[in-house]
């Protein structure tokens, strides 16, 4: 379906461009145009025959581009229009240009960009060229390479035979990640529209990251009773934990140091064959998963034992992605299935794939289970900000509320209602609400008539659906101006949510109001700052 929508767009643009109607078959939505990207990232390719012709090839580039239009920056006057991935050869004397590049975007929006292309038939001169391997990608590679008279650059990065170099823009960078680190020959040829290039070649040593050089994702704050710590800055730890006990992998070559990267340490085992971690005997029954971050260059995969003092050891294995950070949370049923007790743990052993050939980081190693549900908020909902002259409060500590003779009446309901403090700020709190009453005044009714809206935060843990009544008692039954409810749209859970409903909305007469009600689905609702505006 994309494909066909790519395809209307276009048949879109000439039916609006024309002034016809949409074609028959095609329903008209045009939403999808509010998805398409503008072209962005846009310029050209500006290469040039060594033969002081002056014959230049253009190759527009851009990111969501469908097609492009090229002023030459020459005089000519018509630019030439060319589709993404073609190119367009022009005929310039020498001298330093002005390239305008226009890429036009399947939704018809225009991207444009201008710079500079120097013909000339002098041979360049004054070449300056950087290799450096890239800081944060192992085996990559960057090369930048600058020439007086240049307009581009070849770069053969020496990896492959019969090698198509890559083309450049003078004073351009590009990149390249090699399968493996060693040494290369690298070779920049500069080019401008003289017969005679400049060349520049050098062994250079392509190296592999084999350390971090970012910390692992900081875990989310969980609650004491939540985890279980064996490693890491986050939580807790279990005290007395061997890092290193001695199994004999000594002996293969294998060992093992704490890395700090800027402050943060992490495990690290060397020449990983297989490495333990022990710890005073721990029930982790209780919890649900098993985590670690676990970074390599070189291990392909991981297997991680749990060890129980009764019934012995059982393994999950994981796989690697080199050069990042791999974030395993593992299931404990993963292991109790294998018919792994998790009432006596008390060692973890690694393995990898190649014997003794690898290097493995690990950090935040700890056992947790899913946060149960909160039941009342922690924090306060947003202070309202609504000048006093023009509120009406009914209950907030924000503002001077008016009197309230009655709160959750006997009225038949379920509803209990109590009052929580988070600070110095009061919170109802209305539990098994199925409905709830709160009068104001009978002999002085409230008069709403300037107000337009009725806003109050909610916060409930189990609730799904929420109404406001408003009531104007000096109307019978029956009558739609004696009361009407309003509910929220959806509702919720688990975070405080500011509701503003219409006064429109309600059919009560809104002159002499005496009572509001809230009606739910029978679970707990918190309400705060209850006022007209």
């Known amino acids: 379906m994309k494909n066909i929508k790519i395809l209307y767009s276009f048949l879109l643009l000439f039916a609006v461009t024309v002034g016809c109607s949409v074609p028959e078959g095609i329903d008209g939505d045009t939403s999808f145009l509010n998805s398409i990207t503008d072209p962005a990232a846009v310029s050209a390719l500006a290469t040039i025959t060594q033969d002081n012709s002056g014959k230049v090839t253009l190759t527009p580039r851009g990111e969501s581009a469908s097609k492009f239009e090229v002023y030459f920056g020459d005089g000519t006057a018509q630019p030439a229009i060319v589709n993404a991935g073609s190119s367009v050869v022009h005929i310039y004397k020498e001298g330093i240009y002005k390239v305008k590049v226009i890429a036009i975007g399947l939704s018809g929006k225009k991207t444009e960009n201008t710079q500079d292309i120097n013909v000339s038939f002098r041979s360049p001169e004054n070449l300056v060229v950087t290799i450096e391997n890239d800081k944060a990608i192992s085996k990559k590679v960057n090369v930048k390479a600058t020439a007086d008279f240049a307009l581009f650059y070849d770069v053969y990065f020496g990896d492959v035979a019969n090698e198509v170099p890559v083309k450049v823009n003078n004073g351009e960078s590009t990149s390249h990640v090699y399968a493996t680190a060693g040494m290369y020959k690298i070779k920049i040829v500069s080019k401008s529209g003289a017969i005679k290039p400049t060349i520049y070649e050098v062994d250079f040593a392509v190296t592999a990251i084999m350390a971090p050089i970012a910390s692992a994702p900081t875990p989310p704050n969980r609650t004491a009773a939540d985890v279980i710590g064996i490693y890491g800055s986050k939580y807790t730890n279990l005290s007395g934990t061997n890092f290193f006990p001695d199994w004999g992998q000594g002996g293969q070559g294998s060992s093992w140091a704490e890395f700090d990267l800027n402050g943060d340490k992490m495990l690290q085992y060397i020449k990983l064959s297989y490495q333990g971690i022990q710890f005073s005997t721990t029930n982790v029954s209780a919890m ?50 294998q018919g792994l007790s998790l009432n006596d743990i008390f060692q973890f052993k690694f393995v990898g794939d190649g014997w003794a050939a690898g290097t493995v980081f690990i950090d935040n190693i700890y056992f947790y289970k899913n946060p149960s549900a909160p039941t009342a908020p922690t924090t306060n909902p947003a202070t309202p900000t609504r000048a006093a002259s023009g509120v009406v409060s009914i209950f907030s500590d924000a503002y001077t509320n008016i009197n309230v003779s009655e709160w959750n009446p006997g009225w038949g309901q379920t509803t209990t209602l109590s009052e929580i403090l988070i600070g110095t700020n009061k919170i109802l709190k209305y539990s098994l609400l199925n409905y709830t009453g709160i009068v104001t005044d009978y002999g002085n009714p409230t008069n709403l008539s300037s107000k337009t809206k009725v806003h109050f935060d909610y916060w409930t843990p189990d609730a799904t659906s929420l109404g406001f009544k408003i009531v104007n008692t000096s109307f019978g039954n029956g009558d739609p101006r004696k009361e009407s409810l309003v509910s929220v749209s959806s509702v919720t859970t688990g975070s405080w949510v500011s509701v503003d409903l219409s006064l429109s909305d309600f059919t009560t007469d809104k002159s002499g109001i005496t009572q509001m009600l809230f009606e739910s689905s029978g679970g707990t609702v918190f309400i705060d700052n209850l006022y007209f505006y």
């Open 288 to 337: 649900q998963y098993l985590h670690m971050d676990v970074w390599t260059a070189d291990v392909n995969a991981l297997e991680t034992y749990l060890i129980s003092l009764g019934s012995g050891e059982k393994f999950i294995k994981k796989s690697l992605v080199a050069n990042s950070w791999n974030s395993i949370d593992i299931p404990l049923t993963d292991y109790t299935s």
